[in-house]
């Protein structure tokens, strides 16, 4: 069976792409114009393909001939706020991926969404599939692109029967992180980068157990359904203590609260403006840190038969991966 891959130079992608390997799965992945691919060069089974979901026609031909497609690519930069680039690549991208999905009669497309388009809950009580969404309150255009993007795939499901499952992964840690995108917190306490944090927390998941449920949707679970892909809930207190201990390091002592933490946000926000760069925190993002997003993923641990593996070794696998990489001396 062969299936096409977005987002394969990813974190969650490229973990993905090893599990349909190591399963005798044939992989058509897709890279964008400049995206190396090199280390895939000579792997049997697999197939680089290059354009962008931007790119209506150029899905449709990477899709055909493919059974099942797995869509994880997505614009995940948190600055801007908002920007047209969310909606091009997220939103409309995705239609891309339906419509070609549709021509090629694929058995089965698999979304992969973010948790932040469900609601969240509190440890005692964390949020699941049916609880409602609440980014709205945030603002950040990443998460509202990636909801409507969900929405439009259910919708097409609802009315035209097509055939799609929709993963919402929570905060992925582990291996192969190349851009570093989860694993710069695990840099920056590595570096000492990080003196304190903030009062809120989130779940967490080692990303290869992400790529086990998300594999095993191929085969399993509902159509049209969401599948929160989580673990363990942690404060940030909980989640910067364990990695300082797994890098060997101290951790931050220092609780920041909800106030500090904003204005940290807002001077962040002022200078990006400014600057035009990305800052290491923006205003949205620092509300963001300051609430607890906490999930359930027993429906994933029930019908994809996703794995639980402790956030521990997630977090050596990271740091041990940055290591052997040259990460931890740049």
């Given amino acids: 069976m062969k299936v096409f891959l977005t987002g394969t130079s990813g974190l969650l992608g490229s973990n993905v792409a090893q599990e349909l ?11 964008r114009a400049g995206e190396q691919a090199h280390h895939y060069e000579g792997v049997s089974g697999f197939e680089s393909f290059y354009g962008d979901i931007t790119d209506a026609r150029r899905m449709e031909e990477g899709i055909q001939g493919c059974e099942v497609v797995v869509h994880a690519a997505a614009d995940t930069s948190q600055w801007p706020d908002r920007s047209p680039a969310y909606v091009a690549t997220n939103v409309e991208g995705t239609r891309h991926i339906v419509e070609a999905c549709k021509k090629a009669a694929v058995r089965r497309m698999i979304f992969v969404s973010t948790a932040n388009a469900l609601g969240f809950g509190t440890k005692e009580n964390p949020g699941n599939e049916e609880t409602p969404p609440q ?13 409507q993007a969900q929405q439009m795939i259910l919708k097409e499901v609802s009315e035209h029967g097509f055939p799609a499952i929709i993963v919402n992964p929570t905060f992925m840690i582990g291996p192969q992180d190349s851009k570093p995108s989860s694993g710069r917190m695990v840099l920056g306490i590595y570096q ?25 949707a191929i085969e399993m679970g509902r159509i049209g359904e969401c599948y929160i892909l ?49 800052p290491s925190v923006s205003y949205k993002m620092a509300k963001v840190s300051c609430d607890g997003h906490y999930f359930s993923a027993e429906k994933a641990v029930r019908e994809l038969k996703m794995p639980q593996t402790p956030l521990e070794q997630a977090i050596r696998e990271c740091y041990e991966w940055f290591n052997k990489n040259g990460y931890l001396h740049n």
């Avoid at 980014?135 to 990636?146: L, P």
């Avoid at 903030?198 to 790529?211: E, L, M, T």
């Avoid at 300082?244 to 807002?266: H, M």
């Fill in 135 to 147: 980014f709205e309150k945030y603002g950040i255009g990443y998460m509202e692109t990636k909801y």
């Fill in 21 to 31: 390997l190591r399963r005798n799965y044939e992989v058509r992945g897709l890279f």
């Fill in 230 to 278: 989580g673990h363990q809930n942690v404060t940030y207190q909980e989640l910067f203590t364990m990695i300082a201990r797994v890098v060997g390091k101290k951790p931050p002592s220092i609780a920041i609260p909800p106030l500090l933490t904003k204005a940290f946000g807002l001077l962040g926000s002022a200078i990006g403006a400014i600057t035009g760069k990305p």
């Fill in 192 to 216: 000492g980068k990080v003196p304190g944090y903030p009062s809120g927390g989130k779940n967490c998941i080692y990303v290869g157990d992400a790529a086990t449920a998300i594999v095993n």
